[in-house]
T-cell receptor, first 115, second 115 residues
Framework: EPEVTQTPSHQVTQMGQEVILRCVPISNHLYFYWYRQILGQKVEFLVSFYNNEISEKSEIFDDQFSVERPDGSNFTLKIRSTKLEDSAMYFCASRTRTGVDTEAFFGQGTRLTVV | AQKVTQAQTEISVVEKEDVTLDCVYETRDTTYYLFWYKQPPSGELVFLIRRNSFDEQNEISGRYSWNFQKSTSSFNFTITASQVVDSAVYFC????????????FGQGTRLTINP
C-alpha cells in the first residue's frame, strides 16, 4: 500500500541552525501539506502546496519557514533559524485531488527537538 | 471561523467497557467533511474514518462506531468492548472544501484503557 514517507524520524538541532525536513508523498498525489504538533497539543496546519506553489499558509508559517518540491518526488520543509519553540512533531500529508471523497494521507512524522 | 472542540481531555476506563469520545464542530460551510484519527504512543496519525456532510448515516466498523448529528454539529466516536490496544490520543478533525482543503483538528482526547 502506498504511503507517505518522512525522514528523519527524529532530528535534534541547535537553536539558530537551519533544518530541512523531508517527505516523499504518494506518487500520483498533487496536493501536499505540512502540519505541526507541539508536544501534548493539537495538530495545526502550517502550509499547503499545489502546482509548485504555496496555496495557503497559516500564521505560524512565517518567514523562517519555506517549502519546496525540488525534484518532483520530495517535498521539503525548511526552517532557517530554529527556535526552541519550533520543537514539535512535523507531519507531511498528501492528497490526490480535491473533493469530498478524498482524504489526506499522513506520514509517520518527524520529531524535531531544538536544544 | 472553523473550530473543533473535544471537551474530554482525558478518559480512563477499564477494559471491556464501552467509551464514547465527543466531538463538536463549528463551520459556516454547508459542505465539509469530518475525520477521526488515532495517535498511538509511537506518534503517527492513523486514519479511522471520513464522513462527508451529506451523509448523516451512522457507521460501524467492528468495535468502532460513529454518530454524526448535523443538527447538533457533533460527530461522536464510540468504542465498544474497549481493549488495552485502544489506548491512544484520538483527534477529531474538520476538513474544509474551500481553498487548500486543510484539516482543522480538535485538541484530542487521551484514552487510557486499563486492564
Amino acid at each position: 500500500e502506498p504511503e507517505v514517507t518522512q525522514t528523519p524520524s527524529h532530528q535534534v538541532t541547535q537553536m539558530g541552525q537551519e533544518v530541512i525536513l523531508r517527505c516523499v508523498p504518494i506518487s500520483n498525489h498533487l496536493y501536499f501539506y505540512w502540519y505541526r504538533q507541539i508536544l501534548g497539543q493539537k495538530v495545526e496546519f502550517l502550509v499547503s502546496f499545489y502546482n509548485n506553489e504555496i496555496s495557503e499558509k497559516s500564521e505560524i508559517f512565517d518567514d523562517q519557514f519555506s517549502v519546496e518540491r525540488p525534484d518532483g518526488s520530495n517535498f521539503t520543509l525548511k526552517i532557517r533559524s530554529t527556535k526552541l519553540e519550533d520543537s514539535a512533531m512535523y507531519f507531511c500529508a498528501s492528497r490526490t485531488r480535491t473533493g469530498v471523497d478524498t482524504e489526506a494521507f499522513f506520514g509517520q512524522g518527524t520529531r524535531l527537538t531544538v536544544v | 471561523a472553523q473550530k473543533v472542540t473535544q471537551a474530554q481531555t482525558e478518559i480512563s476506563v477499564v477494559e471491556k467497557e464501552d467509551v464514547t469520545l465527543d466531538c463538536v464542530y463549528e463551520t459556516r460551510d454547508t459542505t465539509y467533511y469530518l475525520f477521526w484519527y488515532k495517535q498511538p504512543p509511537s506518534g503517527e496519525l492513523v486514519f479511522l474514518i471520513r464522513r462527508n456532510s451529506f451523509d448523516e448515516q451512522n457507521e460501524i466498523s467492528g468495535r468502532y462506531s460513529w454518530n454524526f448529528q448535523k443538527s447538533t454539529s457533533s460527530f461522536n466516536f464510540t468504542i465498544t468492548a474497549s481493549q488495552v490496544v485502544d489506548s491512544a490520543v484520538y483527534f477529531c478533525a474538520l476538513g474544509l472544501i474551500q481553498g487548500a482543503q486543510k484539516l482543522v483538528f480538535g485538541q484530542g482526547t487521551r484514552l487510557t484503557i486499563n486492564p
